[in-house]
C-alpha cells in the first residue's frame, strides 16, 4: 500500500523567511496531493493540492512542486507571517480508484519566529 | 453545500468502556468515508475508509471497528477501550471516484483513563 514521508518533523523559520516542506511516496499510482494545515485543536484544512499531471502549482504564497519520476512533492511558503505556525500535512492518493483512500505524513510542526 | 457532523467533541471514557463515535454528512451521496486518529503531537493515521454500505477496510489491526449502517453514516465503535486508544479521532469524506480533497469533521478528543 501507499506510504508517506515527511521531513522535517519541526521547522523553524525566522518571520519573512521561505519555508519548505518535503514528502515522498511509494506508489506510482497516486496522483492527487492535497497539503493540509492543522491549527491547536481544529481540524486540518486543505490549503493546496495538486495533481499528476502537473509538475508546479502556486497560490499567492504557498507553492507546491510534483517529481513524478522520483515520486516526491514538496511544499513551499514564503514570506513566512506568525499565522503560518502550525502543523502541516502532506498526503498522497488515487482519487480515481474504487479503493481510493488518502494517506497522510506525519506532519511538520511549523514555528515563524517573529 | 456539504456538511460533515461528528460528535461529541470532546469524551472521557473509563477503560473497559464501551466506545461509539458518529459521523454523517450532508448534502452529497456515495461518498467515501475516512476514520483517522491522531495522538498527541503525532500525524494523522488512516484506521478505516469505506465506499459503500457495509464495506469497512481496515488499516491497522487495533481494539476497534468500523461500521456504515447507511450511506452518509460511519460508525466507530469499541467493545472495551484501552489507555492506548486515547486520541484525536477524525471522520472524513471525499467525492468518489475524483481526486479532490478530504473535508474533516471537527474531531472528538477521547481520553481514556
Known amino acids: 500500500g501507499e506510504n508517506v514521508e515527511q521531513h522535517p518533523s519541526t521547522l523553524s523559520v525566522q518571520e519573512g523567511d521561505s519555508a519548505v516542506i518535503k514528502c515522498t511516496y511509494s506508489?506510482?499510482?497516486?496522483?492527487?496531493f492535497p497539503w493540509y494545515k492543522q491549527e491547536l485543536g481544529k481540524r486540518p484544512q486543505l490549503i493546496i493540492d495538486?495533481?499528476?499531471?502537473?509538475g508546479e502549482k502556486k497560490d499567492q504564497r504557498i507553492a507546491v512542486t510534483l517529481n513524478k519520476t522520483a515520486k516526491h512533492f514538496s511544499l513551499h511558503i514564503t514570506e513566512t507571517q506568525p499565522e503560518d505556525s502550525a502543523v502541516y500535512f502532506c498526503?498522497?492518493?488515487?482519487?480515481?480508484?474504487?479503493?481510493?483512500?488518502?494517506?497522510f505524513g506525519s506532519g511538520t510542526r511549523l514555528s515563524i519566529r517573529p | 453545500s456539504q456538511t460533515i457532523h461528528q460528535w461529541p467533541a470532546t469524551l472521557v471514557q473509563p477503560v473497559g468502556s464501551p466506545l461509539s463515535l458518529e459521523c454523517t454528512v450532508e448534502?452529497?451521496?456515495?461518498?467515501?468515508l475516512y476514520w483517522y486518529r491522531q495522538a498527541a503531537g503525532r500525524g494523522l493515521q488512516l484506521l478505516f475508509y469505506?465506499?459503500?454500505?457495509?464495506?469497512i477496510s481496515s488499516e491497522v489491526p487495533q481494539n476497534l471497528s468500523a461500521s456504515r449502517p447507511q450511506d452518509r453514516q460511519f460508525i466507530l465503535s469499541s467493545k472495551k477501550l484501552l489507555l492506548s486508544d486515547s486520541g484525536f479521532y477524525l471522520c472524513?469524506?471525499?467525492?468518489?471516484?475524483?481526486?479532490?480533497?478530504?473535508?474533516f469533521g471537527q474531531g472528538t478528543r477521547l481520553t481514556v483513563v
Open positions: 472524513a469524506w471525499s467525492v468518489r471516484y475524483q481526486n479532490t480533497e478530504a473535508f
Open positions: 498526503a498522497a492518493s488515487n482519487g480515481y480508484s474504487s479503493a481510493s483512500k488518502i494517506i
Open positions: 495538486i495533481r499528476s499531471n502537473v
Open positions: 506508489d506510482s499510482a497516486s496522483n492527487y
Open positions: 448534502g452529497t451521496s456515495n461518498p467515501n
Open positions: 469505506s465506499v459503500g454500505i457495509g464495506q
